[in-house]
């Protein structure tokens, strides 16, 4: 089975400090892995996929399988990022489950002025 | 326009009520799911349905019953709502055609209160 996990539901930093959202995943083979935003009002969108290896909007994240994580980074925080964030997975082509996403729970970040 | 355009954008309904929520979508993506957001759960998977005669149970089926009725349409039937079902409904689109997946289109989302 394939599980997203976002240990922190809340996060808050002030403008212009670093800030990570921490994603873990589990799944046994080689996942597809994305990040999704959604600012207030919004609907859902696609941020990054780790396969793409882009930064959008200064974030990057890098997907580390020895510790099956895939956080989310932006050296600078501005205000405008204060969103929902999710982390996804998707089983890896081939299988069964290629394409359907897994999303965590989900990390709510306010950055402060 | 939108890609993916759910109605209603909202609902209030009684309990045991039928009540369906409709997608439809002018992005001609084989691929549309059904989820439901709830506040420190996440996105959880209702239905999925990876082409018009292909449905498939998500994590919380229960309570729920889909009908892809045409490529770019998808909708959610509640049989008979319960207050617990009351959650932000979000529909998505995919596709696997072209330089291979993409993730995700979402729509605007249904906000349904049961009562």
């Known amino acids: 089975a394939q599980r997203v996990t976002q240990p922190e539901k809340l996060l808050s930093v002030f403008k212009g400090a670093p800030v990570e959202l921490k994603c873990n995943y589990s799944y046994s083979g080689s996942p597809e892995l994305f990040w999704y935003v959604q600012y207030s009002r919004q609907r859902l969108q696609l941020l990054l996929r780790h396969i793409s290896r882009e930064s959008i909007k200064g974030f990057t994240a890098d997907l580390n399988k020895g510790e099956t994580s895939f956080h989310l980074k932006k050296p600078f925080a501005q205000e405008e990022d204060s969103a929902m964030y999710y982390c996804?997975?998707?089983?890896?082509?081939?299988?069964?489950?290629?394409?359907?996403?897994?999303f965590g729970q989900g990390t709510i970040l306010t950055v402060h002025p | 326009d939108a890609d993916v355009t759910q109605t209603p954008r909202n609902r209030i309904t009684k309990t045991g009520k039928r009540i369906m929520l409709e997608c439809s979508q002018t992005k001609g993506h084989d691929r549309m799911y059904w989820y439901r957001q709830d506040p420190g759960l996440g996105l959880q998977l209702i239905y999925y349905s990876f082409d018009v005669k292909d449905i498939n149970k998500g994590e919380i089926s229960d309570g729920y019953s889909v009908s892809r009725q045409a490529q770019a349409k998808f909708s959610l039937s509640l049989e008979s709502a319960i207050p617990n079902q009351t959650a932000l409904y979000f529909c998505a689109t995919s596709d696997l055609r072209g330089k291979g997946y993409h993730g995700y289109t979402f729509g605007s989302g249904t906000r349904l209160t049961v009562v």
């Open positions: 996804a997975l998707s089983g890896n082509a081939g299988g069964t489950s290629y394409g359907k996403l897994t």
